[in-house]
């Protein structure tokens, strides 16, 4: 059944490749070789056995290809196809059997042999890469069809220890169309079947060509204003549309849009105008711009007819209008009309031609192209005392040297300064006279301006553009003769008289000397004059600016070389401005420290939409982005006249675009509203018909109101049921003649902002109200969380491919523990784009350009492979390639000036790994491509590998790194950093604490480098130290201990002032907290007198200030709050070090510290200890750590009574879970078998564990005698909450965390 369905599917498709080719194979023909020798010709030939007619490919007669003359300077090879042809691609070899072939070569092409234009790939004169060798065949398809007569090759590098040598093949097909020659005054009106045509969809096509850079292509118009009108201006091609404007001028339908540059080059141009409604594609020679017409209307409502060529009478009586077109057209379609054909057979009015022919004539100009190493040398008359010369040029540089020719006596210089026309001329009769004159402006400007400088008797003149009016005079002061030879482009051998060259770049033509036109034809044939590097017979200039790379609106400015954008005041930067000099969202801006305020954001990145401003509130855990209104506080609503409702227009500082992207990234938005009212009703009853009601987002309709949700026409107070009056769901719609008020918050995001509000119930006697729409208000951007989690080597997400863009951006966040992955991978035929991570170090932005690959790698001085946040950003514009890491470490580099403006990328754009490349490993959150958000979440769900979110371990089980602890992700499991706590183990359970022997003391010194503060933002607790001159006004003591034995000092903090902080244990046990800040003749105590602290049982002390505030929690009963007395002062001057188990310190120390709790000492067990975040025990028992400690006796670790920790294991769905074979994890799971047990062996398993239980039995009996005959102290140990003798033991039996008893550490030291 299956292949049954497939069937007629494949059959199509064969057809339909089948199709296609044989479409591709009409235009495949073989083009060059069945010509006869007659059809080739070229500059020279090496000899005759070497001529032009033998360059046919795979042939080997003659000499076996064509070879020029070493001495010619200009070498070409001219093909004659005889008519008009399509050439689609062009293949080469060497020359047969020989060291000889072409390694690159340009081609031009032209109808009539004269005016040549090369051919241009990407906005550039394309160099074509030749052969390696004589026998193979290098065949190129050309990216745009080639439509001439004549193809002229021209080779620019030769083989190495060879000479120039080719033969060639063109392949492509027929053409032929009908050409209409417009001489400026007829124009052909193309008349509709009927009178008035309403049209949805126009389909417009013609081919022109023209050295005119002002003229009227098409023109039409409808009695209601609707137009479409092609117009040539300065060269440029202008479209101009309207669909209709509305009676009021609300809408305007005007919308004009120019394409091109230069177009008065002789040369055919294409045109292509498709229009669907308002959608517009206009395409100008392989450029496509696509647009939309303003207003709302779709159709084109003409009047009669369209026409061609120029405005018919009517419309330029009434609009104006422009300039008839002069030049030639062809191939002039309208809706699948075919026009040109219908006025060669006569069925079109023709009546205004003076003479219509249907052939285009050709131009007698000669241009000259001159490039940076180009001069152009003509003879003149000598000795003459009339200098006169005139010309025309265009070019795009400033500056450069137009003409210099020497005088008998001195030389004369016409160039460009600045942009303007500037003579300088110095006669040497008397003394060096100078001249200077100048006239003009901003002549680089691409267009064609005339020069005529005219010298005789005793003045001279300048005038530019042919503009008398403005003609420059200056004197001359002595006769001037002439020396005979002119030299024009700037660049020739240089004369003792001459300045430092500054060649000319572009072209000239109409040369004039001595007011005759120069024989540039002689010059080319050699017969007068001289050249070199000069293109003769063409103007390859190059506009640069079009189509515009600048992009948002930036500048574009030119030389004839290369072009660059002016980002000032775009919100822009980079070569192109394409990349948004803002971050994304208020939530991008909190990430980087920035604090409440007003930001610009710009939250489709590179998008089209331009940044905007809005207020940051970064008070809150997420942000708040507040957009404000144009309505003021409580605005009091009248009614104008007898209408009964007023309108309201909330206009917000941002468009609506802008609006949007805002509401569609937020997590929740809300937006205030409130009416106040007096007899004046708001919603009427559920089920009425609303009094007011507002307009949101998309032009809706919306009649619920603060407080309340659509579809519930409530105001807050009839959804929480307490309005004024009962009956009523507003306390407006009571319709009181006091003043209420319904207020509440819009929360529905789809629908906000508010746009436009309507109250309809103001109008009647004693009606009042006041509006209050406050400013919408969003929190969080789920843009910049967007992310998915990537568990497996092999697995990917998917999207569409990038388009042909020719700048492409990538911004993404990622965070890994693994040192190599692909992060994203988009591949073409030819073309590809990767990132990479690299050595967990490295990152990699690496594609194709043309056929060569271009990699940007950029180091980071730290891991990347850390578990951290990283962001990368990459962008590709025609200009430059860049690669960003974290903001800080940025690669740039130049694109190859002869490369492709556009990657060809056709597979799907693969996020991880494809192509059997290794895949990436961890999160990816963020991820932009050219302004646009790629929703990984969303693509996430349902594919295997993948988890939407940043989900790893730690998010299923980072709580289980208790006390502070870091949860650090990992390939396959997760682990704990326990270094910013007091506790160690897998997962900082783990008491650090350490037995004390009599005599023993630990200290730990504050050093002055680093502040407290410091040490909870990632050091290590155990290695840094307050500062000596910190004042402390908040501290925070933890720690854990075990003694029998009393008095005895447990923690002491001193100073370099008398200021000190002491836990002691008093004689009886009890627990005594010292306090001396200054301030007060004794230090503040506190007293816990009814408990016995000394009784070998684990307690904490929780003991933190703050101020004079002071809080102290013991084990497990409640807090108790003390405060210090007003006189004493709040602040802990100066800290200097900690003491643990006994103080030994010089300088003033209270006596009574001394006296009563200093000897012999504390003897027992102290963990957990932790001031303000530094671990002075942990730091003394981690010998490899370094801190400022010392020790003092014997200091044994212990863990001081902890209890084991009982951890869940991971579960079955962990989301980063590859494969359960080889994982590490930091705890172990037990296993069972799934079947019976063999009774025997149960047997045999209870004999050995009752004689495992015997024997330790006997060891528990044998250690603690032992412990009793030492006499160190004994452990009353907890039998149960039942048989505990006070409060706290019974809290410690039943507390899991006090369940072993410190007799490890006497087991620890005996061993």
């Known amino acids: 059944m299956m292949s049954s ?71 070409w090879l001219q093909v004659d196809l005889g008519a008009r042809k399509q050439v689609v691609a062009i293949a080469t070899q060497g020359r047969y059997s020989s060291s000889d072939w072409t390694s690159k070569y340009q081609l031009l092409y032209s109808d009539t042999q004269k005016n040549w234009r090369p051919y241009l790939q990407d906005g550039n004169i394309w160099t074509f890469e030749g052969n390696v060798n004589s026998e193979g065949v290098v065949r190129y398809q050309l990216q745009h069809t080639i439509l001439a007569r004549y193809i002229r090759f021209v080779p620019l590098q030769k083989s190495q220890g060879g000479r120039v040598g080719v033969r060639l093949e063109l392949y492509g097909c027929s053409y032929w169309a009908d050409v209409i020659s417009f001489d400026g005054h007829g124009i052909i009106p193309y008349r509709f079947r009927s009178k008035k045509m309403k049209i949805a969809k126009d389909v417009i096509a013609l081919k022109f060509r023209t050295t005119v850079g002002d003229g009227v292509l098409l023109h039409g118009e409808g009695q209601q204003g609707d ?58 020679d392989h450029h496509v711009h696509n647009f939309r017409t303003n207003g709302e209307f779709g159709h084109l409502d003409l009047d009669y007819e369209i026409s061609f060529g120029g405005l018919p009478p009517s419309a330029k009586s009434s609009s104006g209008g422009g300039e008839n077109f002069v030049g030639c057209m062809e191939g002039i379609t309208y809706n699948g009309d075919n026009i040109t054909n219908l006025v060669r057979r006569g069925k079109v009015d023709t009546s205004s031609f003076r003479n219509l022919t249907f052939s285009c004539a050709e131009s007698n100009s000669f241009p000259v192209f001159f490039n940076s190493s180009s001069f152009l040398q003509f003879p003149g008359q000598t000795d003459s005392d009339t200098l006169s010369v005139s010309l025309s040029f265009r070019t795009w540089n400033p500056n450069g040297l137009l003409l210099f020719t020497a005088l008998a006596d001195g030389w004369v210089e016409v160039g460009m300064t600045e942009g303007k026309i500037t003579v300088y001329m110095n006669v040497t009769q008397k003394k060096n006279t100078h001249i200077d004159i100048s006239s003009g402006s901003s002549l680089n400007d691409g267009q064609w301006h005339s020069v005529h400088l005219n010298a005789l008797e005793n003045y001279a003149m300048l005038t530019v553009d042919g503009d008398e009016a403005s003609t420059v005079r200056t004197a001359i002061p002595v006769q001037i003769m002439t020396g005979g030879t002119y030299y024009f482009g700037g660049y020739f051998p240089q004369t003792t008289t001459h300045t430092p060259q500054r060649p000319f770049q572009g072209c000239m033509q109409m040369i004039h000397i001595d007011d005759h036109l120069a024989d540039l034809r002689a010059v080319e044939q050699g017969l007068i004059g001289s050249f070199e590097n000069v293109s ?102 009248t009614t104008a006249g007898r209408e009964e409702s007023v309108v309201l227009q909330i206009s917000y500082n941002v468009t609506h675009e802008q609006l949007f992207l805002v509401t569609s990234s937020a997590e929740k938005c809300e937006q205030y509203v409130a009416y106040a009212c007096r007899m004046s009703r708001l919603l009427n009853t559920p089920d009425g018909e609303a009094f007011t009601w507002w307009v949101g987002q998309a032009n809706e309709k919306h009649s619920y109101w603060g407080g309340s949700g659509p579809g519930i026409q409530k105001c807050a107070c009839g959804i929480e049921h307490n309005c004024t009056d009962p009956k009523h769901d507003c306390n407006c719609d009571a319709d009181s003649h006091v003043w209420r008020e319904d207020a509440g918050l819009l929360v529905y995001k789809d629908h906000l902002p508010v746009r436009q509000v309507v109250v309809g119930d103001t109008s009647r006697a004693g009606s009042d109200a006041k509006l209050t729409v406050g400013p919408l208000r969003c929190q969080g951007d789920r843009n910049y969380w967007n992310a998915a989690s990537f568990s497996s080597p092999a697995s990917f997400l998917h999207f569409s491919s990038f388009r042909g863009e020719t700048s492409i951006d990538v911004s993404f966040y990622f965070k890994t523990s693994s040192s190599h992955g692909v992060f994203l991978e988009n591949s073409g035929s030819s073309d590809i784009l990767r990132i990479e991570l690299r050595g967990g170090s490295m990152v990699s932005f690496s594609f194709d350009v043309g056929s060569e690959r271009m990699e940007l790698i950029v180091r980071s001085p730290l891991p990347l492979n850390d578990d951290q946040w990283h962001r990368v950003e990459a ?27 556009k990657l060809e990328l056709y597979s799907n754009l693969y996020v991880g790994a494809s192509g059997g490349q290794r895949g990436f490993l961890g999160c990816i959150r963020a991820l932009k491509m050219n302004g646009f958000t790629l929703n990984l979440e969303e693509k996430a769900r349902g594919t295997p590998g993948v988890n939407p979110g940043c989900q790893g371990h730690c998010q299923s089980y980072g709580t289980q790194c208790k006390n502070g602890g870091k949860c650090v992700e990992q390939y396959n499991t997760y682990s704990c950093d326990c270094s910013l706590t007091a506790y160690d183990g897998p997962f900082c359970t783990e008491d650090v604490g350490a037995y004390f022997e009599t005599g023993t003391l630990v200290r730990y010194d504050f050093l002055p480098d680093v502040a407290p503060s410091v040490v909870q933002e990632g050091k290590s607790l155990s290695g840094v130290g307050v500062p000596i001159e910190a004042n402390l006004t908040h501290e925070e003591l933890i720690f854990s ?85 007003a006189a004493s002062d709040s602040e802990f001057n100066l800290i200097k070090s900690l003491f643990l188990g006994k103080v030994f310190e010089t300088g003033q120390i209270d006596p009574i510290l001394i006296e009563r ?118 452990t009353n140990e907890a039998k149960g909450a039942e048989s505990a003798d006070c409060a706290d033991a019974a809290i410690i039996v039943n507390d899991p965390a006090f369940t072993e008893s410190i007799d490890e550490s006497k087991k620890e030291w005996f061993i």
């Open 875 to 901: 962008e590709k514009n025609v200009k430059e390639v860049v690669l960003q890491l974290d903001g800080l470490h940025r690669e740039v580099r130049l694109t190859p000036p002869q490369g492709p403006t």
């Open 1041 to 1125: 201990f075990s003694t029998s034995s009393a008095p005895s000092i447990l923690v002491y903090i001193s100073s370099r002032t008398q200021d000190y902080l002491a836990v002691v244990l008093r004689h009886n046990g009890t627990l005594q907290i010292r306090y001396r800040l200054g301030g007060l003749p004794e230090p503040f105590t506190i007293n816990i007198d009814h408990r016995n602290m000394a009784n070998g049982q684990p307690h904490t002390v929780n003991l933190t200030r703050n101020l004079r505030k002071i809080r102290l929690q013991l084990d497990h009963y409640p807090a108790s709050t003390y405060t210090l007395p």
């Open 5 to 75: 369905l497939l069937l007629p599917v494949l059959c199509s498709i064969i057809i339909t490749c089948k199709a296609a080719s044989s479409v591709s194979r009409r235009c495949e023909d073989i083009l060059a070789t069945p010509l006869p020798y007659s059809s080739f010709t070229s500059s020279s030939v090496y000899g005759q056995s070497y001529g032009a007619g033998y360059a046919k490919l795979n042939r080997n007669q003659g000499a076996g290809g064509w070879s020029p003359s070493d001495t010619d300077r200009y070498q």
């Open 227 to 284: 137009y479409i009108s092609l117009e040539l201006q300065r060269a440029r091609l202008q479209l101009s549309i309207n669909l209709g404007s509305n009676q009021y001028g609300s809408i305007q339908g005007h919308t004009s849009v120019t394409s091109g540059s230069l177009l008065d080059d002789d040369h055919w141009h294409n045109v292509v105008i498709q229009r669907y409604r308002r959608n517009v594609n206009f395409t100008l």
């Open 536 to 637: 003769l017979d063409m103007c390859a200039i190059v506009d640069r600016c079009v189509p515009n790379h600048c992009e948002h609106g930036s500048r574009c400015s030119q030389t004839w070389d290369a072009f660059s954008c002016n980002c000032t005041g775009t919100g822009y930067t980079g070569a192109t401005c394409h990349t948004s000099m803002f971050q994304q969202s208020c939530e991008d801006y909190k990430h980087q420290g920035k604090t409440s305020g007003t930001y610009w954001i710009d939250p489709d990145g590179s998008g089209p939409i331009r940044p905007f401003k809005v207020m940051c509130d970064m008070t809150e855990e997420k942000v708040w982005t507040t957009v404000k209104n144009n309505l003021a506080t409580q605005t009091s609503v």
């Open 1157 to 1274: 709790y200093n000897t012999p000492g504390f003897v027992g067990c102290l963990s957990r200890v932790e001031l303000n975040g530094v671990a002075p025990l942990k730091a003394a028992l981690r010998s490899g750590q370094a801190a400022p400690i010392s020790t003092h006796g014997i200091l044994v670790p212990s863990n001081c009574g902890a209890s084991p920790l009982t951890i869940s294991p991971l579960a079955e769905s962990d989301p980063w879970h590859v494969e359960t074979a080889g994982a590490v994890f930091p705890f172990s799971e037990d296993t069972s078998s799934s079947h019976g047990v063999n009774r025997n062996s149960a047997v045999i398993g209870g004999v050995v564990a009752v004689v495992i239980f015997a024997i330790l039995c006997i060891m528990v009996f044998v250690i603690r005698h032992m412990f009793r005959h030492k006499g160190s102290y004994h």
